[in-house]
């Protein structure tokens, strides 16, 4: 009797365990961060690509504007890929976007937007790469979309896809 | 003891930087490089962990609390980015089963002595 209830114990002892194993297997490794969402935007200075002018936090919102701040480099082949998308997106009238350069070269940084196109509207620099972790951010590339109330309202780690362009078209309608 | 204050007097930089220097060890150990998963922050060279190591050295400056820099990342990237799970009511069973596990050992051996 005794031996029985050993083996039923044990039984469900790693019936217990294959099943919180299983479970894990289905959880998505992606890691989305709901950290920030909603959260206002942070106080922060950065200097101008093109020139040494300070901005800071209140410089870069449009009254009735949604923001997209994206980092990039131009070291960095996502955001390659995703450039057509943003390029598409500077048509919008609704949004305004700035980019971070991102740990990058002024010359490089100067003509990768010559080879491709510049979408931003205003270019701020992180060469250390501080300014992006207060942010929040992973690396690069990365976007971040805040509502004309300066509030994070979207937030994409990696480059812009055919998906993620069609959300951030939804939410300019 | 002239001798010994000149040299220590000499080697009080070198005394705080070591201990600056030990906290910056001790929080980037503790924090999971997001990008770079399986590591921490204090042994990956990605360009995410090495932009944190600044970030932590310039929290020790400001004369932050290892709290309060914890309290800072947790903020913007969730609790994932801390190795040690904090004890709360997701993680009480993480913490507490292992105790559990011990003192239900510690019964068995002590009942089959008896």
Not at chain 1, 107 to 115: P, R, T, V, Y
Request: aromatic share 14%; glycine share 4%; hydrophobic share 40%.
């Amino acid at each position: 009797m005794s031996s029985k209830i050993k083996f039923i114990s044990i039984f469900c002892f790693f019936v217990f365990c294959f099943f919180i194993f299983f479970q894990s297997l289905k959880e998505s490794k992606k890691y989305t961060p709901k950290a920030l969402m909603d959260k206002k935007i942070i106080n922060f200075k950065m200097k101008q690509l093109d020139s040494d002018e300070i901005i800071t936090e209140k410089d870069i919102f449009e009254i009735n504007k949604i923001t997209l701040l994206n980092i990039w480099s131009s070291w960095c082949l996502p955001c390659r890929e995703e450039h057509k998308y943003l390029t598409e997106l500077k048509m919008n009238t609704r949004l305004n976007m700035v980019g971070i350069n991102y740990k990058d070269k002024k010359k490089n940084a100067q003509n990768f937007l010559s080879e491709f196109g510049n979408p931003y509207s205003l270019i701020l620099v992180d060469d250390d790469g501080k300014n992006s972790i207060n942010f929040g951010a992973y690396g690069v590339p990365e976007t971040f979309i805040y509502n004309s109330k300066k509030k994070l309202i979207k937030k994409i780690v990696g480059p812009i896809d055919l998906k993620t362009f069609n959300e951030i078209k939804n939410i300019l309608k | 003891m002239k001798k010994i204050l000149i040299l220590l007097i000499i080697m009080y930089p070198t005394i705080s930087f070591s201990t600056e220097n030990n906290k910056i060890n001790k929080i980037t150990k503790n924090l999971r490089c997001l990008i770079c998963q399986g590591q921490s922050i204090y042994d990956s060279q990605s360009e995410f962990a090495n932009s944190l190591k600044k970030i932590v050295e310039d929290k020790i400056n400001e004369n932050m609390t290892e709290k309060q820099i914890y309290k800072f990342l947790t903020d913007k990237y969730g609790e994932w980015i801390l190795y040690e799970p904090k004890f709360n009511k997701n993680t009480y069973f993480l913490w507490l089963f292992p105790l559990a596990i011990f003192i239900f050992g510690g019964i068995l051996i002590f009942k089959k002595k008896t």
